[in-house]
């Protein structure tokens, strides 16, 4: 951590797009690169960040920061590689895994992840099979490929936060609804993590299991926050 070493915060703009300024002094990324927005309420999202911050700053305290020097360092030099990560997770996607038993999961699984299959059928084409099997199944590549086609069409900040709700989902299908506003964060959260909340309700309280969730309760509600900024 660092000691906080600036007064101001401002919005500026920058080649036709939006930067974060402290004390009138450009903000970088940790790649040294300008921290160049297209979208100026995210800028003012991130400049709040900055606002935020007490005597000493934060690094953990800025998902809005992290994203957009995420995308800028790590997703837009390697786009292509990120799209083909991030659609990969379709072919094993959470969704499509249920369990046969007990009952009671079982239905909860279906009740949650069902809907959501169907809409990216309606709304990309893309149908997904589901299975009971622990062994992987092969999903229909036209289905696969008009999914990596959304994801193409998103700009590379977008592209990141996806790229993170997938990861912090195990779904590709939970990202893109949270992306689409079909679903909030907190939905996001609970379906893609129903399993290991059955098992808190069965086994009793387990504080490494609880934590581990609430991290990604945490990773989902800001890529969700950032969804909504990212577009233009």
């Given amino acids: 951590m660092a000691k906080r070493f600036y007064k101001i915060v401002s919005v500026e703009e920058l080649d036709g ?40 700053i934060h690094p953990h305290s800025m998902p809005m920061m992290r994203f957009v020097s995420t995308a800028l360092d790590r997703v837009a030099p390697r786009r292509a590689e990120v799209i083909i990560e991030t659609v990969k997770f379709a072919e094993t996607d959470l969704l ?67 790229h993170s709700a997938t990861a912090a989902s195990g779904s590709l299908i939970v990202a ?21 909340r059955w098992q808190l309700e069965r086994w009793g309280e387990d504080a490494e299991l609880a934590e581990r969730l609430e991290g990604l309760r945490r990773e989902i509600s800001a890529a969700g926050e950032f969804l909504a900024l990212s577009r233009y």
């Fill in 17 to 56: 797009g939006f930067t974060v300024a402290l004390d009138g002094r450009a903000v970088r990324t940790p790649a040294k690169q300008p921290l160049a927005m297209a979208v100026q309420g995210l800028a003012e999202a991130v400049a709040a960040e900055w606002r935020a911050q007490g005597g000493e």
């Fill in 96 to 162: 499509c895994y249920r369990a046969a038993e007990p009952p009671e999961l079982a239905r909860r699984q279906a009740a949650a992840w069902q809907p959501l299959l169907d809409w990216a059928e309606a709304h990309y084409g893309a149908g997904l099979d589901t299975t009971t099997e622990i062994q992987a199944i092969a999903q229909d590549e036209n289905a696969v490929l008009r999914l990596r086609a959304a994801l193409d069409a998103e700009n590379d900040l977008t592209l990141t936060g996806l």
């Fill in 176 to 196: 893109l609804a949270l992306l689409e506003r079909k679903i909030d964060a907190e939905q996001a959260w609970a379906a893609s993590h129903i399993d290991e």
